[in-house]
């Protein structure tokens, strides 16, 4: 098939970062129905995570592989993005690996547990769900997930909920897979990250991928300005916003939406990104919508 602008391999092969990732946390038994319907809409960055506590990685296969099957995709146009997540954060219950074995164990039986999850032979990126309690630990599983990038079962490598700056400094200089990407909870509380998200900027070739994105700014969208501001193009305040952080050029946000017609909003607002539209024609203008979220930079 011809690969368009609109496809992960396309995207990530030039080095892009003006796209939406469709979440797919707490959906439960409905997962396989809301990726189906996402991947229609047009969603082509999937995330999900070997943690059965939230999320139904088999659902996300079932829903992929369907609407693969259905638009005629092949499996690198679409980006799959997996997570191991240590025992702290799993039910115990419902863990999917032996908790009680070496840590490099739990991580590559996590990940086998992912790839036949998702029906697939690679993850585009394995992200580490969070920091361990010592960078010793953290680093073990790093390497573990290094030698899987060796063996072409995972691209790339990321980290998520790392609120720490020398945390992630410390990861990154250790690191010989250095983190492509950097997933955080995008609020005012954390001060929307702004140490980390100067040092990935300055680094080159991070995607920061924020979530939480519109929930945590619910009352800056409700603003009249960014409101006017948002009808000036015909976006919605919350489409405006993912414009606006698709136009910094290095983030890429979570859109976990149920809404087939907010599923066709974002995607509207993506391509129209990716087709060359310009929402904010200066850094004034991106620094005015950055003051009435209250993020201190960009």
């Given at each position: 098939m011809t690969v368009t602008a609109h496809s992960a391999s396309?995207?990530?092969a030039h080095g892009k970062s003006n796209f939406l990732v469709y979440g797919t946390a707490w959906k439960k038994e409905l997962t396989a129905k809301y990726v189906n319907q996402a991947i229609h809409t047009g969603f082509r960055f999937i995330d999900t995570a070997c943690q059965p506590k939230h999320y139904n990685e088999t659902g996300v296969g079932e829903g992929w592989t369907t609407a693969a099957k259905e638009l005629g995709l092949e499996r690198s146009d679409l980006y799959i993005q997996s997570k191991y997540t240590s025992y702290g954060g799993q039910d115990p219950m419902d863990v999917p690996y032996d908790h009680t074995a070496p840590l490099e164990e739990q991580v590559k039986?996590?990940?086998?547990?992912?790839?036949?999850n998702l029906q697939t032979t690679y993850l585009d990126t394995l992200v580490l769900h969070s920091p361990l309690e010592t960078i010793e630990d953290t680093m073990l599983v790093w390497r573990t997930m290094e030698t899987f990038v060796d063996q072409g079962k995972a691209l790339r490598l990321g980290i998520s909920n790392c609120y720490d700056v020398n945390m992630f400094k410390a990861i990154y200089e250790m690191a010989r897979v250095k983190p492509a990407v950097l997933q955080n909870r995008f609020t005012a509380d954390l001060n929307f990250d702004t140490e980390l998200r100067a040092f990935v900027k300055s680094k080159g070739g991070i995607w920061y991928q924020s979530f939480w994105t519109l929930t945590a700014s619910r009352h800056a969208l409700a603003n009249s300005q960014v409101?006017?501001?948002a009808a000036l193009?015909?976006?919605?305040?919350?489409?405006?916003?993912?414009?606006?952080?698709?136009?910094?050029?290095y983030v890429t946000p979570l859109s976990g939406t149920t809404s087939i017609h907010h599923m066709a909003d974002d995607v509207a607002v993506m391509e129209r990104i990716q087709g060359g539209e310009v929402f904010f024609e200066t850094e004034t203008d991106l620094r005015r919508m950055a003051q009435l979220l209250g993020m201190p930079d960009l």
């Open positions: 396309y995207i990530t039986t996590s990940l086998e547990v992912s790839l036949r409101q006017e501001l193009h015909h976006l919605t305040p919350q489409t405006y916003m993912f414009a606006f952080l698709l136009s910094l050029g």
